[in-house]
């Protein structure tokens, strides 16, 4: 099982329109959470953290559910400049050689397609 | 703001020849990091280093070595590159405040590598 999964999509939506990915992790002692954006060939770019008790950025709300290992991210009134592919990245915590080691790993994507 | 640099933007070598390819930071991170991309595989992280001359393999270290001599420069190479690293190359850097917890990755633009 990897360590991060998410649904490849491709979501296609209208301008406007609400849109919800979702991001399930296998461990967990992760202790922290990020949402990346991937425009089409270039390299990716922070969009936001996501904390314990919800955060809120502008048009973006990231949630984090530990009790089911899965994290979200909420995007509404969906602009055609947010297409993208969305990487849900967690850092995980592995044992290794007598000391604990963290790690990110990435989800392979999300692909989101904002039409007009 | 940070600044990843890697040196190419676009690469075409042959199969055989032995490929450099750099990647300089200007934030004094401790942590940096080479990773490939390729469609339907999301990135994989090749090699990463926590300190100068330390280095640790990630997933697919086959066929790749690094070096880093100092702090602000990790150099990936391919001893003897084959068409299967054809690929788009990430390099990444992040500050560490413990071995445990990884800070967001902060990546260059990424070096398209064709091997003919």
Partial sequence: RKEVEQDPGPFNVPEG????FNCTYS???SQSFFWYRQDCR??????????????????????????????????????????????????????????????????????????? | DVKVTQSSRYLVKRTGEKVFLEC????????????????GLGLRLIY????????????????????REKKERFSLILESASTNQTSMYLCASSFVSSRAYNSPLHFGNGTRLTVT
């Avoid at chain 2, 300089?24 to 469609?39: A, L």
């Avoid at chain 2, 280093?49 to 280095?55: F, I, N, R």
Wanted: with cysteine.
């Fill in chain 1, 17 to 20: 329109a609400t849109v919800a």
């Fill in chain 1, 42 to 116: 270039k390299e990716p770019k922070l969009l936001m953290s996501v904390y314990s008790s919800g955060n809120e950025d502008g048009r973006f709300t990231a949630q984090l559910n530990r009790a089911s290992q899965y994290i979200s991210l909420l995007i509404r009134d969906s602009k055609l400049s947010d297409s993208a592919t969305y990487l849900c990245v967690v850092n995980i915590i592995k044992a290794d050689r007598g000391s604990t080691l963290g790690r990110l790993y990435f989800g392979r994507g999300t692909q989101l397609t904002v039409w007009p």
């Fill in chain 2, 48 to 67: 990463f280093s926590y300190d100068v001359k330390m280095k640790e393999k990630g997933d697919i270290p086959e066929g790749y070595s690094v070096s």
């Fill in chain 1, 27 to 29: 461990n967990s002692a």
């Fill in chain 2, 24 to 39: 300089v930071q200007d934030m004094d991170h401790e942590n940096m990091f080479w990773y490939r991309q390729d469609p």
